[in-house]
């Protein structure tokens, strides 16, 4: 579909200059501030700064609760999607524009809302309290938090792949002689096994940067419920510029080592990532 | 037949669940949605109304919630149109081009969306604030960026910059090039063409990503935290407004400037729906 | 319009310092950015109205002021940042002392105004529930096992500064007590720290929203205040036998000032502050004001208390370098990871 460069196209040079200018100033040189910036510690003072207790607490608790998250989010947004695709029922396509509510929510409405919910006296925390169970200001609140804004990264990546997949796969199990809890469990799941583990990237990578709607329903307390997006801001306050840098970078770089692992997973799978 | 469900298959005895089961799963899956979806809609709005309509217009006419509004409308209506226009010249150049460096042009372009917004923020104290590359200097000529609403500006910016590009970029490569090479063979000059072939084919695809990338922009709460200063009537953009009321006990303010969010999310999410239907298909450019 | 010609201006970026200066008297209308420590929110709420009432009734001239409240020390950086604050009015000496360190202001400003530019004081204070389940009436009794306490970061907190010293102040005057056992009881006291906020306010929201902790120190205004907002009766303060004397200090700005031309409207309402009917204001947000007149009317709610004050520890130059600087004291025993 895209024609080669000196086609018959105009406007390639203007565009393409705009982009740069534009790329330039709002990605690359503010990237690059960040990617030199924590060195002026040294690289004695970078490893120091980002290997002290609170930090690898902190990385452990952002990276750990996202995967956590993007887990659970995984067979819940399956079934999700699978209702919404292959189901019929009243209300299915107001139910369907919800999915997106999330993204569509600022962080930090989430945030209070989700904080008004779960605290020992919202509407849901009430009735868990008496179990013992406590949501709020617990990295338990974080992984809530975490559910609801990763939720439609999962069944947005489903839905076109599930939408495609042909069935007569499905039909030749059943005339085959399989139940339908056999094919679904050995043609079709391997069949969205890629778009999967997409959703599950997808839902990881938005998660560890998380910051306005886990804020507020996280307990902040070093070590416990301190995530890793939070200490850099501390960092800031304390004018330790150097080190905030060093935390943004760091989580800049795991992120991208996850997110080209799981890429290389999925082309083995045979299906590239968006 | 519903655009965004499977092809029917010929067989569908054999390739649905039994009904019991079909209705158990779709029950199930109701009652999360709703969980986890609506309740938290219907809890900013409960808390909002708590005290009722007079406490709801105390909190709107508060000078300060006034302010973070203007400042919001101000930041969304500069930072939008110019990643638009930055978008639509990304798009063109990724989608109907090939060159050298086009992927890595396109990670650059996404890169925003994989990194936490506390770190698009950071950026740019790193290179405004007193202590940053350009600071000394930007101090001694008494320009002030950051605590300050272009500091605000930038930040957005940086966030809300792929949504445009993102929505374009596919939609450009579906389309194909053909109606627009033709306009060129006939003799058309490049705004031409563009006015009169390019946009009106992209047309709903760009409100889509001006639609999404404005939701961001009002939305956008870790970036501009950071950059804020959060002087109340000064640089405070609603989503701030909100934090800084709710730890001001203010919970009636607070639920209310989230009230207002949330009402443009839904109406964002009633457009979304209606441009989905016109495109003909869902365009994952939200993520 | 005052608004919209504001931000024009901030959009602007470009400062009209030069072209502004000596005409502020004659300008319609004039902000002013009052950074201020954390939990002094309804406080300036109520004075900013009264004076921008006072003040347009004296000269016709409209004055918006605009708050940012945060941790002092963070604050204090903000404004070493670039914060473009008119007026400064922290919790500490401290905290202006670094701004004027770094030419920001008169290293003489503490004695521009009244009472070492300390229009009001306070003190420090236990906030604990209702039944106090854990007894809670002294310092001692914070160490106790089992015992959670709340209070912000000194490093970035003016109130944490004043309950760290309050607390160090009653363990040097143990009897037999020495640098080493003050030492380690406030290693013991910070042990049952299970999360340090940035400001005073956020410390209260903590304990009060989020429920955590058995005992917050707290300033005596933010306790008064806490109690005012959830009820008389959910929460109670508790004196403790020794506490200090906080003097939160205000200052004109003086760089920002000359560059907007503000310093006559700025040095007006820092004087404003110690009149009586701001310092009323003050005593109904539970501060301690400094007017004496005033602070009879309000004796029976302001119990008079044993405290110390920070020149007993030599003032703040030297308490910040001992307890506070990096290396300093609560670097020492505070180890959660920092």
Not at chain 1, 94 to 121: C, E, H, N, R
Not at chain 1, 223 to 250: F, K, N, T
Not at chain 2, 262 to 270: C, E, I, K, N, Y
Not at chain 3, 124 to 134: A, D, E, G, T
Request: aromatic fraction near 8%.
């Amino acid at each position: 579909m895209t024609t080669a460069r000196r086609s018959a196209l105009p406007g390639f040079g203007p565009a393409m200059a705009i982009t740069l200018c534009w790329v330039s100033l709002i990605v690359l040189v503010p990237l690059a501030s960040l990617a030199l910036r924590p060195w002026e510690l040294g690289l004695a003072g970078v490893l120091h700064s980002v290997t002290e207790p609170r930090v690898l607490a902190a990385l452990k608790l952002s990276f750990g609760a996202a995967a956590l998250a993007a887990s659970v989010n995984v067979p819940f947004g399956l079934l999700v999607a699978w209702v919404m695709v292959r189901y019929r029922f009243p209300g299915r396509r107001l139910a369907d524009s919800l999915i997106d509510m999330p993204l569509a929510l600022p962080t930090a409405v989430a945030g209070i809302a989700l904080t008004a919910l779960f605290s020992p006296k919202g509407w849901i925390g009430a009735w868990l309290t008496p179990f013992g169970i406590k949501v709020a200001y617990t990295p338990l609140g974080i992984m809530v938090a975490l559910v609801f804004v990763g939720l439609p990264f999962v069944v947005r990546t489903l839905e076109p792949v599930l939408m495609d997949l042909p069935q007569d796969a499905e039909e030749a199990a059943a005339t085959l002689g399989a139940t339908r809890a056999q094919t679904l469990r050995r043609v079709v799941l391997p069949a969205l096994a890629p778009a999967l583990l997409a959703g599950f990237a997808a839902a990881l990578a938005r998660g560890v940067g998380e910051y306005g709607s886990v804020i507020f329903i996280a307990g902040n307390m070093p070590m416990i419920s301190e995530i890793a997006p939070l200490l850099i801001v501390i960092r800031l306050e304390q004018l330790d510029y150097a080190g905030a840098a060093a935390l943004g970078l760091i989580m800049l770089l795991v992120s991208f080592a996850i997110l080209l692992l799981l890429n290389l997973l999925q082309k083995r799978m045979g299906v590239r990532v968006r | 037949m519903s655009q965004s469900q499977a092809v029917p298959s010929v067989f569908p005895t054999a390739t649905r669940e039994r009904p019991a089961t079909r209705v158990v799963l779709t029950g199930v899956t109701i009652v999360l949605l709703v969980i986890l979806l609506l309740l938290p809609l219907t809890v900013i709005f409960t808390e909002a109304l708590s005290r009722g309509l007079g406490a709801v217009g105390v909190a709107l006419t508060d000078p300060d919630s006034l302010a973070s509004i203007k400042l919001t409308l101000l930041v969304a209506a500069v930072s939008v149109p110019l990643n638009t226009v930055c978008g639509l010249a990304a798009a063109w150049c990724i989608g109907r081009f090939q060159f050298r460096g086009r992927s890595l042009l396109l990670t650059l372009i996404e890169l925003p969306l994989s990194v936490s917004p506390v770190i698009s923020g950071l950026v740019w104290v790193l290179l405004f604030g007193a202590n940053g590359w350009f600071g000394p200097m930007l101090d001694r000529a008494g320009v002030r960026i950051i605590f300050a609403v272009p500091g605000l500006i930038l930040a957005t910016l940086l966030v809300t910059f792929p949504f445009v590009a993102r929505t374009l970029i596919p939609l450009m490569q579906q389309q194909g090039a053909a109606e627009e090479e033709a306009a060129i063979t006939l003799g058309a000059g490049f705004w031409q063409m563009f006015w009169r072939v390019t946009l009106p084919n992209m047309r709903w695809g760009l409100l889509y990503g001006v639609l999404l990338g404005n939701a961001r922009a009002m939305g956008e709460f870790g970036a501009v935290a950071v950059v804020s200063g959060h002087v109340r009537g000064q640089t405070m953009t609603m989503p701030l407004q909100v934090e800084a009321l709710f730890n001001d006990y203010d919970w009636i303010g607070a639920f209310t400037i989230a009230g207002l969010l949330s009402l443009l999310a839904l109406v964002t999410l009633a457009v979304k729906a209606a441009l989905e239907w016109r495109i003909g298909e869902r365009s994952g450019a939200l993520l | 319009m005052q608004s919209t010609y504001m931000t024009r201006r901030t959009v602007l970026g470009v400062s009209l310092g030069p072209l502004a200066g000596g005409r502020a008297a004659i300008a319609a209308d004039v902000t002013l950015l009052n950074v201020s420590y954390d939990p002094t929110r309804e406080l300036y709420r109520d004075i900013n109205r009264a004076f921008s009432t006072a003040w347009q009734a004296k000269t016709g001239q409209r004055v918006t002021i605009n708050q940012s409240h945060g941790g002092s020390g963070a604050q204090a950086r903000a404004v070493l940042d670039g914060l473009q604050a008119d007026v400064v009015t922290l919790a500490l000496a401290a905290d202006i002392d670094a701004l004027a360190k770094r030419g920001l202001l008169a290293a003489d400003w503490q004695g521009r105004l009244p009472a070492n530019s300390s229009p009001c004081t306070s003190t420090i204070v236990f906030l604990v529930r209702q039944s106090n389940p854990k007894g809670i009436h002294d310092w001692p009794d914070l160490l106790k096992p089992g015992v959670t306490v709340i209070t912000p970061n000194p490093k970035t907190s003016g109130g944490a500064r004043w309950n760290f010293l309050a607390a160090l102040a009653w363990a040097q005057r143990q009897p037999g007590a020495t640098d080493a056992s003050a030492e380690a009881f406030m290693r013991a006291l910070f042990h049952q720290v299970p999360v340090l906020d940035t400001g005073a306010r956020g410390a209260t929201n903590t304990f009060v929203q989020r429920d955590l902790g058995d005992v917050l120190i707290a300033w005596e205004s933010e306790a008064w205040l806490a109690r005012k907002e959830f009820g008389a009766d959910t929460y109670a303060t508790v004196y403790p036998s020794l506490s200090i004397l906080a003097e939160p200090t205000v200052a004109v700005v003086d760089s920002v000032v000359d560059r907007k031309g503000t310093r006559a409207l700025a040095q007006a309402y820092l004087e404003f502050l110690y009149t009586p009917p701001a310092q009323d204001i003050a005593a109904r947000n539970y501060y301690r004001p400094g007017d004496p007149a005033v602070a009879r009317q309000y004796a029976e709610r302001n119990p008079a208390l044993n405290l110390v004050t920070i020149k007993d520890f030599g003032g703040w130059d030297t308490a910040q370098a001992r307890y506070f600087a990096d290396g300093g004291l609560f670097d020492r025993i505070y180890t959660a990871g920092k």
